[in-house]
């Protein structure tokens, strides 16, 4: 959701926004997990859980989800080469440099005018996807009027970052016609690092109330909790989510002082004290592994990669069509449908292996977490919690995993979560030396 104004917002920022926000950091969470009952008294429940079947109606919205993601994908390549070798582009450039004459004018009206027709365009498959589908499905609590004043703040956020930073890509090329994709995802770094920063304490509260834990007995549990996992001072907070939607999720963002842990209102409703501990100490895990940092890290290789191949094709497909486009030059603004269409082409090359990488670090914080709590059954239970009756499918195919799923399958998470227990054999625990040092120590 917050993923789309950044992925309209600016083309670098595009695969940033996949990797930070497209990925809920928990989510297996498609779902209406009802409430489990709470762990009987201190008595630690150890019995396997069973990996629980989809139901049919799990089923069908996986695959009404796969579809609208095929329908999304071909719309990311169809709607830039329409618009582009309609000859439209050229035309809303010259319009722009009608209106704004001046070289910073003319591109800043350009983007505005580019991002608020593509979110005309996407504007129907949005209603449907975000709003109507998820009421059929029981899946949301959000009212017309929180969806519609959403999806306008999402535009004016993209507009707002549209112009921000759309020149900066267009100055280098100016400066530098040849090594401008060098030079850009040098200065993507600290845009990167910048729109980290400030999208948990600027962009995120836009949309949902961020306050501080309802529950103080749960909240003293979770402070003690990211105490031995060696975080000090942590912040947690409660988001208002229930406003939105059934589903339940917790993430862990921000870098610097704005790193926080943040628990979504229908997951505290919806899951027992165990299984929520869990999930904050999966969550914790990302926090002490850096995982931030690294997705930033990969960004930061990936930009230069990426643009450089942008760079190519660009070059060669102007050469080859410049008259059905109108423009001769990558420098000329006329230019942004087609970095988009490189880009939506480049990241179906990409995203697997952002998944990839994605799911790995995942796997870690599943690690972490059971290693913390060593409490298999909540882990495995919190897991059926958010498959059962949701409408996540615990074993997807082969598509799904290789260009959606930047987590590990449920039935795999759940089967993890059975079967890795070193501290029962006495065995080193892969994070042990991060853990605050117990009392006999
Ligand atoms: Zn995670």
Not at 129 to 154: P, T
Not at 194 to 202: A, R, S
Not at 228 to 235: L, N, P, T, V
Request: charged share 15%; proline share 5%; glycine share 6%.
């Amino acid at each position: 959701m917050r993923a789309r104004f950044i992925h309209m917002a600016f083309l670098g920022l595009q695969i940033v926004a996949h990797a930070l926000y497209g990925a809920p950091a928990f989510a297996a969470a498609n779902e209406q997990a009802r409430v489990m009952p709470a762990a009987p008294g201190s008595q630690m429940q150890t019995e396997p859980v069973p990996v629980p079947e989809p139901t049919a109606t799990a089923v069908k919205y996986h695959k009404g989800n796969m579809l609208l993601w095929g329908v999304g994908v071909i719309l990311g390549i169809a709607v830039p080469t329409i618009i582009l070798f309609s000859g439209f582009s050229a035309r809303l450039r010259d319009f722009a440099q009608h209106l704004g004459h001046a070289w910073f004018w003319t591109i800043s009206i350009y983007v505005c005018l580019f991002i608020v027709l593509l979110w005309a365009i996407s504007l129907p498959l949005d209603f449907y996807q975000g709003f109507v589908r998820e009421h059929s499905y029981g899946l949301s609590n959000q009212s017309f009027a929180k969806w519609a004043g959403d999806s306008i703040k999402s535009l004016l956020v993209s507009i707002a970052f549209g112009v921000a930073l759309g020149w900066i890509p267009y100055l280098v090329l100016r400066v530098s016609p040849t090594r401008w994709w060098i030079v850009t995802s040098i200065l993507a770094v600290p845009i990167f690092v910048f729109v980290t920063l400030i999208e948990p304490i600027w962009i995120a509260p836009l949309f949902n109330k961020f306050g501080a834990m309802k529950d103080k007995a749960l909240e003293r549990e979770i402070l003690n909790l990211a105490e031995r996992a060696g975080i000090e001072g942590s912040r947690v907070f409660e988001v208002n989510k229930s406003v939105d939607t059934k589903k339940i999720n917790a993430c862990v963002t921000g870098v610097f002082g704005t790193k926080r842990v943040v628990l979504w209102d229908t997951l505290i409703a919806k899951l027992d004290r165990d299984q929520v501990l869990f999930v904050m100490a999966h969550e914790m895990g990302h926090y002490v592994l850096g995982h931030i940092w690294k997705i930033l890290a990969a960004l930061c290789l990936l930009t230069p990669v990426t643009l450089y191949l942008v760079n190519r094709s660009a070059r060669w497909i102007i050469s080859m069509f410049k008259l059905q486009l109108g423009f001769q030059t990558l420098q000329d603004v006329a230019s942004l449908p087609l970095f988009l269409l490189l880009l939506n082409l480049f990241s179906l090359l990409l995203v697997p292996f952002i998944n990839a990488f994605s799911r790995h670090l995942e796997k870690q914080a599943d690690t972490f977490a059971l290693e913390l709590t060593q409490n298999n059954h909540a882990a495995a239970s919190a897991f059926v919690a958010l498959g059962k009756d949701n409408l996540v499918h615990p074993r997807p195919g082969a598509i799904y995993r290789i260009w959606r799923a930047s987590h590990p399958t449920l039935a795999e998470r759940i089967e993890f979560c059975n079967n890795y227990a070193p501290w029962r054999e006495g065995k080193p625990l892969r994070y042990g030396d991060r853990f605050r040092r117990s009392k006999r120590d």
